[in-house]
């Protein structure tokens, strides 16, 4: 399995990582406001002191961060053998992102387990989940579109078939490729 130290929004296994990140976030945080409340309480035998105000308005960068925990509890990463299939056959310029948790203002979090940008498209593959495939896929297509692309996403629910699109994309070299980096970036700014 693949290690990274840190969370990097787009890397197989964040999804994971996230999760664990976001847990020993709210731990830490209660075992500090129990702290900043608890300590004071003993040596003042009051709870009536400006530290119980402090631990109070702690509650709510706590609460945040167990929010985030909970929204990506039912979530997981895909799977490590077929993210090693998909790696092997990317090549320059393809951008390879993995584990994309997509929040929307309004429906279910999307989950991409693996992502292709590449000549101003992307090549999506999710695994079933709330969304159905056209619903992903025009959302997608209106996030591309507010990026000023025009083409529509592919999104597939089954990987053989997102294999067999991604190995012919990695065989065939267009004439021109478009640069999109700038749709990578993107789809990690609206991950989770």
């Known amino acids: 399995m693949m290690d990274h130290s840190i969370l990097d929004k787009g890397t197989y296994g964040y999804i994971e990582r996230f999760k664990r990140y976001e847990l020993i976030k709210t731990i830490v945080w209660l075992i500090f406001i129990a702290l900043v409340i608890g300590i004071p309480w003993l040596i003042l035998k009051t709870q009536m002191n400006l530290f119980t105000v402090v631990g109070i308005v702690l509650v709510l960068p706590t609460a945040r961060t167990f929010i985030l925990y909970i929204a990506a509890l039912s979530h997981h990463s895909g799977s490590e053998a077929e993210h090693e299939d998909i790696a092997a056959m990317v090549r320059e310029p393809m951008i390879l992102l993995s584990d994309l948790m997509l929040t929307r203002s309004k429906g279910p979090t999307i989950v991409i387990w693996e992502a292709i940008v590449y000549n101003g498209n992307i090549y999506a593959y999710v695994p079933s989940q709330k969304a159905d495939i056209k619903e992903i896929t025009a959302y997608l297509q209106q996030t591309m579109k507010d990026l000023g692309y025009k083409r529509k996403p592919l999104v597939h629910d ?12 990695s065989v065939n070299h267009p004439s021109e490729v478009m640069e999109c980096e700038d749709l990578a970036r993107r789809l990690k700014a609206i991950s989770l």
Request: glycine fraction near 0%.
């Open 158 to 169: 089954q990987f053989a078939s997102y294999r067999d699109l991604v190995e012919m994309l």
